[in-house]
């Protein structure tokens, strides 16, 4: 019998990151090429806050709701707290606690096998 994994199945977020850019892109107050790359940026960080990859999720995490996201927001001209209010309104800031779930094994795990040095010295 095998034991259920847990994985992380957040909410759908409320809008889609296209919204999210063309609205960054509006209220940005410098309008040039490099501005729309930043927002690309911080649009794409704000994404990856629902990423099933815990490090990447964690990572931009770490972005959105600390002082990275300040230097970032300047060189457009967006108030970084008004950042932080779209991702959490457009649903990409979920709780990381509350959005695990149980999912039974497909199949069965296989033990590891270890390697040896004959085959570590033949590879």
């Known amino acids: 019998?095998?034991?259920?994994?847990?994985r992380w199945a957040p909410p759908r977020p409320?809008?889609?990151?296209?919204v999210i850019v063309k609205l960054l892109r509006r209220h940005a107050s410098v309008q040039c090429p490099e501005a729309d790359l930043v927002v690309a940026v911080i649009a794409l960080a704000i994404v990856d806050c629902l990423d099933r990859e815990p490090y990447l999720r964690a990572g931009?995490?770490?972005?959105?709701?600390?002082?990275?996201?300040?230097?970032?927001?300047?060189?457009?001209g967006l108030p970084p707290d008004f950042v932080r209010e779209i991702?959490?309104?457009?649903?990409?800031?979920?709780?990381?606690?509350?959005h695990w779930v149980s999912v039974s094994r497909t199949r069965q795990a296989k033990p590891r096998v270890a390697v040896s040095e004959l085959e570590v010295?033949?590879?």
């Open 87 to 98: 991702a959490r309104k457009g649903g990409y800031l979920a709780s990381e606690e509350a």
């Open 1 to 6: 019998m095998s034991t259920p994994l847990k």
């Open 14 to 18: 409320l809008v889609g990151s296209r």
């Open 121 to 123: 010295a033949d590879a």
């Open 60 to 76: 931009a995490r770490r972005f959105i709701t600390g002082c990275p996201l300040d230097g970032w927001t300047d060189l457009v």
